[in-house]
Nanobody, 123 residues
Framework: QVQLVESGGGLVQAGGSLRLTCAAS????????MAWFRQAPGKEREFVAA????????YYTDSVKGRFTISRDNAKVTTHLQMNILEPEDTAVYYC????????????????WGQGTQVTVSS
């Protein structure tokens, strides 16, 4: 059974940092991109960042460029999202995703999702 489990969310003041982790188990994800999405109350799930299997290429939504860094450790089957200079607008439930095919920035392209971890940034 495929499982993606996120951790590392919490409450932080604006300007602070958090590091999210996504641990994968149950099958091999070799060759698949890993991605992070987020969903704020009343809004659609939006793309945040993605990383290729090799880790050589990373992609970010414009609002997090220069503040967030995605990385992966294929030996440990984990993906991380380092979030710095957090803003209240970053408040959301953050999800990791993998598998599937299609447009990288579309949530519909991914077959496997974690349960999400809450990130709350206070002003």
């Amino acid at each position: 059974q495929v499982q993606l489990v996120e951790s590392g969310g919490g409450l932080v003041q604006a300007g602070g940092s958090l590091r999210l982790t996504c641990a994968a188990s149950g099958r091999t994800f070799r060759g698949y991109m890993m991605a992070w999405f987020r969903q704020a109350p009343g809004k659609e799930r939006e793309f945040v960042a993605a990383i290729t299997w090799s880790g050589a290429d990373t992609y970010y939504t414009d609002s997090v460029k220069g503040r967030f860094t995605i990385s992966r450790d294929n030996a440990k089957v984990t993906t991380h999202l380092q979030m710095n200079i957090l803003e209240p607008e970053d408040t959301a439930v953050y999800y990791c995703a993998t598998g599937g095919t299609g447009t990288m920035r579309s949530a519909k392209s991914y077959d496997y999702w974690g349960q999400g971890t809450q990130v709350t940034v206070s002003s």
